[in-house]
């Protein structure tokens, strides 16, 4: 499938929309989830496709762009990097509150094609990569922003291993998380606390109390 596929079926299949705690940033979002994921299945041709994370705007991801927002110094002139970006919508906050550039990551095609159009809705630069960071030393930046990454277990043990990497080079990490399982506390300090409206189809509760983070070795 083309990136202009993509596209296409991104528009088709959602509308544009402001997150319920950061109506500053617009995107392409679903209304439902399990209808997005049994059409994404169909059209497509194919089962076992990524789960289309790119169309919902996650807890982690919610709270996390809001103290951004809400505190840019954080990242004003600095060179950001949005780790599993989905939507894009915490790297974009990044741009809104005056980061000198971002760069989003998602391995998902049709996640990086939704970040360029989110991009694009909020007339903002951002740079976009389907890249495995995780994989690699990590790359030039001032700051790592991290929205709701601890749901899986592997996952997070291979994060926070990359991103100890980056304490010893002195980038920070702020992470947005609303109580996932393997999120480490015990190495975090909590900078804010955040109450996320969400959707039953995604989550377990209508609101989530949501937490933003930042590794206590920079606090």
């Known amino acids: 499938m083309t990136i202009a596929d ?3 079926f991104i528009r088709a299949n959602t509308s544009v929309m402001t997150p319920p705690l950061v109506p500053e940033v617009r995107l392409h979002l679903a209304h439902e989830a399990v209808p997005l994921w049994q059409k994404t299945e169909e ?3 194919g089962l076992g496709l990524p789960p289309p994370f790119w169309a919902f705007a996650w807890a ?3 709270a ?3 103290h951004v927002l809400d505190n840019p110094a954080l990242v004003r002139g600095k060179r950001v990097i949005d780790l599993a970006a989905g939507s894009g919508l915490v790297g974009i906050a990044a741009m809104k509150a005056g980061a000198a550039s971002a760069l989003a990551s998602d391995i998902d095609g049709f996640s990086v094609t939704a970040i360029g159009l989110n991009a694009v809705l909020n007339d903002v630069a951002l740079a976009v990569t389907a890249e495995d960071l995780l994989v690699a030393p990590v790359p030039s930046c001032e700051v790592i922003l991290v929205g709701d990454f601890a749901y899986e277990r592997d996952l997070a043990e ?3 291993t990359w991103l100890a ?4 080079r002195g980038i920070p990490a702020l992470i947005g998380d609303p109580g996932r399982s393997y999120l480490p506390r015990e190495r975090l300090t909590k900078l ?4 996320v409206a969400v959707t039953r189809d995604l989550e377990d509760a209508e609101i989530k109390l949501t937490s933003v983070w930042r590794l206590s070795r920079y606090c």
């Open 60 to 62: 982690g991801g919610q």
């Open 158 to 160: 291979r994060l926070f």
């Open 64 to 66: 996390l762009a809001r």
């Open 43 to 45: 059209e497509l041709g």
């Open 6 to 8: 993509r596209a296409d």
């Open 192 to 195: 804010g606390e955040y109450r």
């Open 165 to 168: 990497a980056a304490e010893d």
